[in-house]
């Protein structure tokens, strides 16, 4: 089965500060990666798919990058309404998905 | 709009069974596979399997085969995830998703407890 780690797990930033979190997998995944976006109480929310490409709707501050096994969601400049955690999810091994541990960023 | 509607709250003894149902609506039924996620208390997010609306295929997370069933009515555009033999642990959020994982249901609270 293929694995996935986040990093950092936790993160403490402040409004307009650029935010990078790793999802590295334990084998290569090609670019079968997806971030979402969660805040409490409510379902997760579809940020990018195939690594890089913004789901429809999703503001442009953010990007994601990466292939193989070492992917990132870049925000670039973090606004109040992106306190949340974030999970990365492989689709490499259709239909046998699973999910990072998840990475909270917080308010500092 | 594509929507996701799932059951209520279930609250079941350990042992039991609870099935989850999850109406979709909004776009061709068929034409996409429904994932089911669950989320215990204050962690992360569980990919337990997913079904084909078209053809009825199925795969589930090995940790719960066995325990889990999930099916669809093509009739209703309803998919259902029947989990068995019910442990405390298994109190969470259950939500149901659109395979692309664009649109999600809105989460259906079930509690595990003597």
């Given at each position: 089965d293929i694995q996935l780690t986040q990093s950092p797990s936790f993160l403490s930033a402040s409004v307009g500060d650029r935010v990078t979190i790793t999802c590295r997998a334990s084998q290569g995944i090609s670019s079968y990666l997806a971030w979402y976006q969660q805040k409490p109480g409510k379902a997760?929310?579809?940020?990018?798919?195939?690594?890089?490409?913004?789901?429809?709707?999703?503001?442009?501050?953010?990007?994601?990058s990466g292939s193989g096994t070492e992917f990132t969601l870049t925000i670039s400049s973090l606004q109040p309404e992106d306190f949340a955690t974030y999970y990365c999810q492989q689709l490499n091994s259709y239909?046998?998905?699973?999910?990072?541990?998840?990475t909270k960023v917080d308010i500092k | 709009q594509v929507q996701l509607v799932q059951?209520?709250?279930?609250?079941?003894?350990?042992?039991?069974?609870?099935?989850?149902?999850?109406?979709?609506?909004?776009?061709t039924?068929?034409?996409?596979?429904?994932?089911?996620?669950?989320?215990?208390?204050?962690q992360g997010l569980e990919w337990m399997g997913?079904?084909?609306?078209?053809?009825?295929?199925?795969n589930y997370a090995q940790k719960l085969q066995g325990r889990v069933t999930m099916t669809t009515d093509t009739s209703?555009?309803?998919?259902?995830?029947?989990l068995r033999s019910?442990?405390?642990?298994?109190?969470?959020?259950?939500?149901?998703?659109?395979?692309?994982?664009?649109?999600?249901?809105?989460?259906?609270?079930?509690?595990?407890?003597?």
């Open positions: 997760p929310k579809l940020l990018i798919y195939a690594a890089s490409t913004l789901q429809s709707g999703v503001p442009s501050r953010f990007s994601g239909p046998l998905f699973t999910f990072g541990p998840g | 059951s209520g709250a279930e609250v079941k003894k350990p042992g039991a069974s609870v099935k989850v149902s999850c109406k979709a609506s909004g776009y039924f068929t034409s996409y596979g429904i994932s089911w996620v669950r989320q215990a208390p204050g997913w079904i084909s609306a078209y053809n009825g295929n199925t209703t555009s309803t998919a259902y995830m029947e019910l442990r405390s642990d298994d109190t969470a959020v259950y939500y149901c998703a659109r395979n692309s994982g664009d649109y999600w249901g809105q989460g259906t609270l079930v509690t595990v407890s003597s």
